[in-house]
């Protein structure tokens, strides 16, 4: 598992272990932290490796590669630019030659971006997307558009068993507070009561997707047959000011909003077409946003209470 103490990465290492699998999660702690995996300390068929993955690795013989790593929030990509070029292109290849290496089923963590500012809605796997290849936000799109494209070769040259999940914005317990994604953010605000940042006129729109659903869908995918990108998220779609008030309905905050100016080529609008993952995988997500923010309160809550204690 690359990218194992991030927020997703970890999620999966639980899922895969309670599958009966021996799990191998490897990071640098770029954007994680071990905090995320502490409760695997005396799991003995699990282990923690802190490396680069732009470096080649080798962790010995294994059935499969689950490639997360790579900086995901627009706050930390902007922050490690030439990190996230790099993780996807040279990190993308080393998880791929490990997978080859050992006839292993490879899973390539994918991304939503990859349709860009979609001119398509909602967007179904067949969309080529509407990407700026040049835009402060082209240092994860385009690493995430050649992660695709390298990992669809290893599959036509090299015969990897390969997979690719495009995931939707996902949230939920062990997102870092200050990774600045909307769903930290406006809970951190709210539960602090601090004012909402609305970037634009918050008429944008996301589909927010709960991680147990997310995990779900990853898992029945990697286990598939399908070698072409699987998008796998909630296709209930909110404004962002709507999400706002989902948050302070589920907190109970009395935070006012504040309008800021919204990022450079932030989509407008993005859902997820989930028809393929139902066909093929049997799946859909079962978590609305509010219950999927309830089921969160309580550990934003206590990264809230730990931010202030360290200040
Ligand atoms: P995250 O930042 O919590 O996790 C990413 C992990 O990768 C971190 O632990 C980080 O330290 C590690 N990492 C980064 N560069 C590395 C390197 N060179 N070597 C080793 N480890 C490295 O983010 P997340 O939300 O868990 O995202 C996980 C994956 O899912 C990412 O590939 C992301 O692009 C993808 N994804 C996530 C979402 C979402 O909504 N959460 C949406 C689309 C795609
Ligand atoms: N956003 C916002 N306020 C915030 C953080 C984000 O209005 O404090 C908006 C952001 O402009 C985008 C949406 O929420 O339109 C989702 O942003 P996020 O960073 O979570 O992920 P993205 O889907 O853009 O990758």
Known sequence: MT?????????????????????VAVDNLLTGRLSNLAHLSNESRFEFRELDVCEPFDCGRLEW?????SPASPVDYSEHGIET???????TFHALDLARKYGARFLQASTSECYGDP????????????????????????SKRFAEA??????????VDTHIVRIFNTYGPRMQINDGR??????????RGEDLTIYGDGSQTRSFCY?????????????SDEHEPVNIGNPTEFTILECAQK???????????????????????????????????????????????RMSLEYFRGAVGKAIVSR
């Not at 001119?119 to 385009?142: A, C, F, M």
């Open 85 to 91: 070029l790099q993780v996807g292109s040279l990190g």
């Open 247 to 293: 948050v302070l309905d589920v907190t109970g905050s009395k935070s006012k909003l504040r309008y800021e100016p919204l990022p450079v080529d932030d989509p407008k609008q993005r859902r997820p077409d989930i028809t393929k993952a139902k066909r093929l995988l049997g799946w859909e997500p079962k978590v609305d946003l509010e219950n999927g923010l």
């Open 3 to 23: 990218g194992g103490a991030g927020f997703l990465g970890s999620h999966l290492c639980d899922a895969l272990l309670a599958d009966g699998c021996s799990v």
């Open 150 to 159: 390298a990992t669809m070769a290893y599959l036509r040259y090299y015969k």
């Open 211 to 223: 991680v147990s659903d997310e995990i779900e869908g990853i898992v029945r995918l990697a286990k």
């Open 182 to 191: 909307v769903v930290p953010n406006f809970m951190k605000q709210a539960l």
């Open 119 to 142: 001119l398509e809605h909602p967007q179904k796997e067949t969309y080529w997307g509407h990407v700026n290849p040049i835009g402060p936000r082209s240092v994860y799109d385009e």
């Open 65 to 69: 590669v689950f490639h997360l790593a």
